[in-house]
C-alpha cells in the first residue's frame, strides 16, 4: 500500500487483530479487506455482497493503491471478517482516527441512541446504538452498542468514558438524565444539558413549579423565534433560570441553568398542542443558548440517524450474525466521517449523492479518500 494521506486511518486500523486464524491458510490481506470495504461503501455499496461485487469489479483501480496477492476476497470471506471481527478494537482504532484527523472540538456533543432494525431475527431483538454526534462538524466521535437486556444508561457511561469531552457541551435527551451520568461529564471537565421527563419525578416538578413562580418576573430570560422547513412553521419560546435553590447540587454536580422550551408545530392546516420540554445544565446559558443547544442536539436525528437510514440503507440491512451488524454500522459512520471532513470536492449536493460521486468517478473517490492530492 503507498504511503498517502490515507495512511493515518489504516495506521490505527492495523492495530486490530485479524480474526482468522493464520493456520487456515488465510489468502487475503486483512487491512486490505477493510480498506477496500471502505472504498465500497464511499462508492454506493451498502451491503457485503455490494461491496464484494464492487471490488472485483474495480480491482485495476484497487491494485494502484494495493498489492491484492490474491484478487479480491469473496462475499462469504467479507462476511465471515465482520462477524468475528472484535467490534471493541474496531471502535478503539476508529476513536483514535478520529482523534487525530478532527481539530479541537466546540460547541454541542450529542449523545443519542438508535436500533438498527434490520438485525434483528429470530426472536433476537435487534442492536441498539448509542452514538457521540459533534454537531458543528456533522462527525461521529464513538459509537456504544447497548447490552442486550440492558438500556442507553449503561452504555452512555463507556461512551463518553472513550471521548475527550474537555470544553464541550454534552446534550443528552431523559434517558440520560441520570446522576452518575451528570458527574461523569463535569468530572471529565465538560458541561451537561440533559432534558428532564418523569423518569426524575422530583427534579421534573421543582423545576416545574419554579418556571409558574417566575412566570411573570423580569428575571426570566426569554427568546422567541420561528423555525420553518419543508412547509412545516414551528414557534418556539426558550425560556431560562438560574439553578441555585431549585436543583441539588448534591445530586447534579454543578448545575446552573434550568430551562424550558414550548413548542407549537403547524403543518399544513394542522396545528399540534402545544409541547413544553424542560432542561438542565451545568453551563451558564442565556435563554437563545439554550435554543441554539437543544436544536444542534436535534441535528443527530436528521444529520446521523436519517443519513444512516436513507443515505447508507442501514435499517434495510439483513446482516444479523455475531458481530457483523455493529462493525457494519461502525463501518458506514467511517464513510461518513469521510465525508464530511472532505474539502477537495466543492460541489454542493446531499451525502447520497457524494456516494454516487464517488462511485462514479475514481479521481473523486481518491481525493476522499487521500489517496492522491
Request: charged share 25%; hydrophobic share 40%.
Given at each position: 500500500?503507498?504511503?498517502?494521506?490515507?495512511?493515518?486511518?489504516?495506521?490505527?486500523?492495523?492495530?486490530?487483530?485479524?480474526?482468522?486464524?493464520?493456520?487456515?491458510?488465510?489468502?487475503?490481506?486483512?487491512?486490505e479487506i477493510l480498506v477496500i470495504a471502505i472504498a465500497a461503501v464511499l462508492s454506493d455499496c451498502d451491503t457485503i455482497e455490494?461491496?464484494?461485487?464492487?471490488?472485483?469489479?474495480?480491482?485495476?483501480?484497487?491494485?494502484?493503491?494495493?498489492?491484492?496477492?490474491?484478487?479480491?476476497?469473496?462475499?462469504?470471506?467479507f462476511l465471515r471478517i465482520f462477524q468475528a471481527l472484535d467490534p471493541k478494537q474496531f471502535e478503539t482504532a476508529f476513536r483514535r482516527w478520529v482523534a487525530g484527523v478532527v481539530s479541537t472540538l466546540t460547541g454541542v456533543l450529542g449523545v443519542d441512541g438508535k436500533t438498527v432494525r434490520g438485525s434483528g431475527s429470530g426472536g433476537e431483538s435487534p442492536i441498539h446504538m448509542v452514538s457521540a454526534f459533534a454537531t458543528e462538524l456533522g462527525v461521529v466521535l464513538g459509537q456504544e452498542k447497548v447490552?442486550?437486556?440492558?438500556?442507553?444508561?449503561?452504555?452512555?457511561?463507556?461512551?463518553?468514558?472513550?471521548?475527550?469531552?474537555?470544553?464541550?457541551?454534552?446534550?443528552?435527551?431523559?434517558?440520560?438524565?441520570q446522576k452518575n451520568i451528570a458527574g461523569q461529564i463535569t468530572d471529565q471537565e465538560g458541561d451537561y444539558l440533559l432534558a428532564v421527563k418523569e423518569n426524575q419525578p422530583k427534579l421534573l416538578e421543582a423545576i416545574k413549579?419554579?418556571?409558574?413562580?417566575?412566570?411573570?418576573?423580569?428575571?426570566?430570560?426569554?427568546?422567541?423565534?420561528?423555525?420553518?422547513?419543508?412547509?412545516?412553521?414551528?414557534?418556539?419560546?426558550?425560556?431560562?433560570?438560574?439553578?441555585?435553590?431549585?436543583?441539588?447540587?448534591?445530586?447534579?454536580?454543578?448545575?446552573?441553568?434550568?430551562?424550558?422550551?414550548?413548542?407549537?408545530?403547524?403543518?399544513?392546516?394542522?396545528?399540534?398542542?402545544?409541547?413544553?420540554?424542560?432542561?438542565?445544565?451545568?453551563?451558564?446559558?442565556?435563554?437563545?443558548?439554550?435554543?441554539?443547544?437543544?436544536r444542534s442536539h436535534w441535528g443527530i436525528e436528521n444529520r446521523l440517524h436519517w443519513v444512516l437510514d436513507v443515505s447508507f440503507g442501514e435499517d434495510a440491512s439483513t446482516v444479523r450474525k455475531d458481530n457483523a451488524p455493529q462493525n457494519l454500522s461502525l463501518l458506514k459512520k467511517i464513510v461518513l466521517n469521510l465525508i464530511r471532513l472532505d474539502t477537495t470536492d466543492k460541489t454542493k449536493c446531499s451525502v447520497r449523492m457524494k456516494r454516487k460521486r464517488a462511485a462514479w468517478n475514481d479521481r473523486i473517490r481518491e481525493k476522499i479518500l487521500g489517496l492522491t492530492p
Open positions: 500500500m503507498t504511503k498517502t494521506k490515507v495512511a493515518s486511518l489504516v495506521c490505527c486500523l492495523g492495530e486490530v487483530d485479524d480474526p482468522r486464524k493464520p493456520s487456515n491458510g488465510t489468502l487475503h490481506d486483512f487491512l455490494d461491496i464484494a461485487e464492487w471490488g472485483r469489479t474495480k480491482e485495476a483501480w484497487l491494485r494502484k493503491f494495493l498489492v491484492l496477492r490474491n484478487g479480491v476476497a469473496s462475499e462469504k470471506t447490552a442486550s437486556k440492558s438500556n442507553e444508561i449503561t452504555a452512555i457511561p463507556e461512551l463518553l468514558k472513550a471521548l475527550h469531552i474537555n470544553g464541550l457541551l454534552v446534550s443528552i435527551d431523559a434517558m440520560g438524565c413549579t419554579e418556571f409558574i413562580d417566575q412566570y411573570p418576573s423580569e428575571e426570566v430570560d426569554r427568546h422567541r423565534q420561528v423555525l420553518t422547513s419543508h412547509g412545516r412553521i414551528v414557534g418556539q419560546i426558550a425560556s431560562v433560570l438560574p439553578a441555585e435553590g431549585v436543583v441539588n447540587l448534591a445530586d447534579w454536580p454543578k448545575c446552573k441553568t434550568i430551562g424550558l422550551i414550548d413548542s407549537l408545530r403547524k403543518v399544513g392546516d394542522q396545528e399540534s398542542d402545544l409541547e413544553r420540554r424542560y432542561y438542565i445544565s451545568s453551563r451558564e446559558l442565556t435563554a437563545e443558548q439554550l435554543a441554539a443547544a437543544v
